[in-house]
C-alpha cells in the first residue's frame, strides 16, 4: 500500500504545525480521502473511518463554539481518541488550550493553514491522489508528441532511446527514458515520469549517458505526462504479420488501465522517429472521430456497390 509521511506532506501543502512536541515524520498517511468531522462532533461515530486525515473548516468550527463547554470538550475527546492521523483548521482557527492538550495526550499533530477550507480541501486531494496513487515502474521511453504522451517499448538495444532523441530534435519533449514510473490517477488516466535518480538524462549505446535538459535545453524536456498510447519496437521478421491496415487495435494493460498499442517491426533504414510521429498524429485524428481505416473500408465497399451496377 502506498503511504507519504505527514511531514512531507505539510511541507508540500505548507501547513504550520500547531504541536512541535510530535514528530511528524513518524506518521505514515494512507488514505486518499479527507474528512470534515461535523457529524462526529455531533456525536455520530458510526462509519467513521478514523484513517484519513480531518479537517476543521467554517461549519465545523462554528458548531463546535456554539456548543456548550463541556458537550464540545467531549465531543472532541471522542475524535482525537479515534486514532485519527492529524487534525487541520483552516482559515487559522486558533485552538484553544483544551484541544492542544488533547493533542499531546492522544500524539495527534495539530496543523493549521490560511487557506479557506474548500480551496484547501481540493489543493489536497489532488496531492494525496498524485502522492498515494499505484504505482509500477517499467523498462521503456516516454516521450511528449504533439501534446500526446507516447510510451516507446521494446526489448534492450532496439533502439527506443535513439528514436527519443531524434525525436527530440525534431522539436518534441522527453520525460523518461530506460526507467518509466506509471502512476494510476484514475480509472483512464495513467501518468507517467522519470525516477528522480535518472531524469532529463539518456543513455546512449557507444556514447554513455548525456543530460538532454544541458544539451538542448527545458523546452525539450518535461517532468510528467498523461499517457496516450504505446508504441512497441520489434525486430523485423518476415515470418511475422502485422498489422497493416490498423483496423484491430491492440492493448497493454498497467495497473488495471489499458492503453492502445502500435507494435513497429524495425530494420535498417526506417526511421522510427517519424513511425513515432505519424502514430500519435494518427491517434489523435482517431480520438477527434477520423479513422483512415475505415474511410478506406468504406471507399472500398462504395467501389464494390458501384461496380455491381454497373
Known sequence: MSCITLEKLAESLQLT?????????????????????????????KYFDAERIQIIGMVEHE????????????????????????????????PSP?????????RVPLLSTSLPTSFFEARALRQLQVSLAPMVAIHGVLVDVFGEGVLVLGDSGIGKSEAALELIKRGHRLVADDMVEIRRYSENELVGRAPDVTRYLMELRGIGVVDVKAL????????????????????????????????????????GNKLVCYTVPMRPGRNSAVIIETAAVNFRQKRMGYDAARELERRVEEKMKSDRRC
Not at 37 to 45: D, Y
Not at 98 to 106: E, I, K, P, S, V
Not at 222 to 247: C, P, V, Y
Open 17 to 45: 504545525n500547531l504541536t512541535p512536541e510530535i514528530p511528524l515524520e513518524d506518521i505514515l498517511i494512507s488514505s486518499p480521502e479527507l474528512n470534515r468531522p461535523a457529524l462526529q462532533l455531533a456525536g455520530f461515530m
Open 63 to 94: 458548531y463546535a463554539e456554539s456548543l456548550p463547554r463541556a458537550q464540545r470538550e467531549k465531543a472532541f475527546e471522542q475524535l482525537m481518541g479515534a486514532g485519527i492521523p492529524c487534525l487541520i483548521l483552516a482559515r487559522d482557527f486558533k
Open 216 to 255: 538542448y535545453g527545458v523546452e525539450c524536456v518535461e517532468d510528467e505526462k498523461h499517457i496516450s498510447m504505446a508504441i512497441r519496437l520489434e525486430a523485423w521478421d518476415q515470418t511475422k504479420i502485422f498489422n497493416r491496415l490498423g483496423m484491430k487495435e491492440e492493448y497493454v494493460e498497467y495497473l
Open 98 to 106: 483544551y484541544l492542544l492538550g488533547l493533542a499531546l495526550r492522544y
